[in-house]
C-alpha cells in the first residue's frame, strides 16, 4: 500500500471533519496531492469506519487503484491540476454553508475575515448536478483567486497547502456563514470597501509569514523582548 502515513492523516482529518460538526454521515469528500497523482475518500464510506486501506488512489487521467472514489472525484482532480498553490481539497455540507448556498448567495465582505478566503468576497458557484464535469468547471469560475466557495443548492469547497490548513479554513467558512445569516434576519449588514479589505488582506498574508500585523514601526507597543 503506498503512502500509508498521508492515507492515515487523511483519515484523521475525516474524522476531525465530523467531529468539527461540519460533516455528517457519508457527505463531503477529502483529497490530497501526491508525487504522480492524489489520494481521495471512497465512495459512501462513513467517515467513522473508514481505514487507510480504502483510501484511494488516482491519476490526473481518472484512473484509480482500489475501491471507487468519491463521486465527486472530478472536481477534485481539476481543482489540483489547476492550482498548483494548494495540495488539499475538502468538500462538505455544513449547515450554514450549504444554507447560503441554498439561495445562491455569496458571502460579501460583511466581516474582516472574509479575507481569509483570499479576495473580498466568497462567492457561490452556479449549481449543477453532483458529480459531473459542469459542477467541476462552476466550482473552477468561483474559486479563481480564492481558497473557498460555496457551491450552488450543494454545499462548500475550501483549499489548503495541507489537510490541517483546509480543515481550518472550511471550519471558518462555515462560522462566517452562520454569522452572516444570523446578521441578515436584522437586515443586509453593511459591506466592508474593497479599499480596507486590501489591507486586511495585507495584514493577514503578513501574519501569515510570522510578521506582526502592523507595518514595521507603526506599534511601538508591541515589541520582542
Known amino acids: 500500500m503506498k503512502y500509508p502515513q498521508l492515507r492515515e492523516q487523511l483519515v484523521s482529518t475525516c474524522k476531525a471533519m465530523n467531529a468539527s460538526g461540519i460533516n455528517q454521515g457519508t457527505s463531503g469528500n477529502l483529497s490530497l496531492r501526491t508525487e504522480d497523482g492524489f489520494l481521495i475518500t471512497p465512495s459512501g464510506r462513513p467517515y467513522?469506519?473508514?481505514?487507510?486501506?480504502?483510501?484511494?488512489?488516482?491519476?490526473?487521467?481518472?484512473?484509480?487503484?482500489?475501491?471507487?472514489?468519491?463521486?465527486?472525484?472530478?472536481?477534485?482532480?481539476?481543482?489540483?491540476?489547476?492550482?498548483?498553490?494548494?495540495n488539499v481539497v475538502l468538500h462538505c455540507h455544513s449547515i450554514y454553508a450549504t444554507t447560503l448556498a441554498c439561495h445562491h448567495k455569496s458571502i460579501p465582505s460583511f466581516h474582516y475575515m472574509t479575507g481569509v478566503a483570499g479576495g473580498t468576497d466568497i462567492r457561490c458557484a452556479d449549481y449543477a448536478t453532483f458529480g459531473t464535469q459542469?459542477?467541476?468547471?462552476?466550482?473552477?469560475?468561483?474559486?479563481?483567486?480564492?481558497?473557498?466557495?460555496?457551491?450552488?443548492?450543494?454545499?462548500?469547497?475550501?483549499?489548503?497547502?495541507?489537510?490541517?490548513?483546509?480543515?481550518?479554513?472550511?471550519?471558518?467558512?462555515?462560522?462566517?456563514?452562520?454569522?452572516?445569516?444570523?446578521?441578515?434576519?436584522?437586515?443586509?449588514?453593511?459591506?466592508?470597501?474593497?479599499?480596507?479589505?486590501?489591507?486586511?488582506?495585507?495584514?493577514?498574508?503578513?501574519?501569515?509569514?510570522?510578521?506582526?500585523?502592523?507595518?514595521?514601526?507603526?506599534?511601538?507597543?508591541?515589541?520582542?523582548?
Open 48 to 86: 467513522d469506519t473508514m481505514m487507510p486501506e480504502d483510501i484511494v488512489e488516482m491519476g490526473f487521467d481518472g484512473t484509480y487503484d482500489g475501491l471507487r472514489p468519491s463521486s465527486e472525484w472530478r472536481f477534485h482532480r481539476d481543482i489540483l491540476k489547476a492550482r498548483d498553490d494548494i
Open 134 to 225: 459542469a459542477l467541476s468547471d462552476n466550482a473552477l469560475i468561483a474559486l479563481k483567486d480564492r481558497l473557498a466557495c460555496l457551491l450552488g443548492q450543494h454545499g462548500q469547497i475550501s483549499l489548503g497547502k495541507d489537510l490541517a490548513s483546509a480543515l481550518w479554513l472550511a471550519i471558518e467558512v462555515e462560522t462566517l456563514s452562520r454569522i452572516y445569516v444570523q446578521a441578515l434576519t436584522l437586515g443586509e449588514p453593511p459591506i466592508l470597501s474593497d479599499e480596507e479589505m486590501q489591507r486586511v488582506i495585507a495584514q493577514m498574508q503578513r501574519m501569515s509569514y510570522g510578521l506582526a500585523p502592523d507595518p514595521e514601526g507603526t506599534n511601538d507597543a508591541a515589541k520582542p523582548r
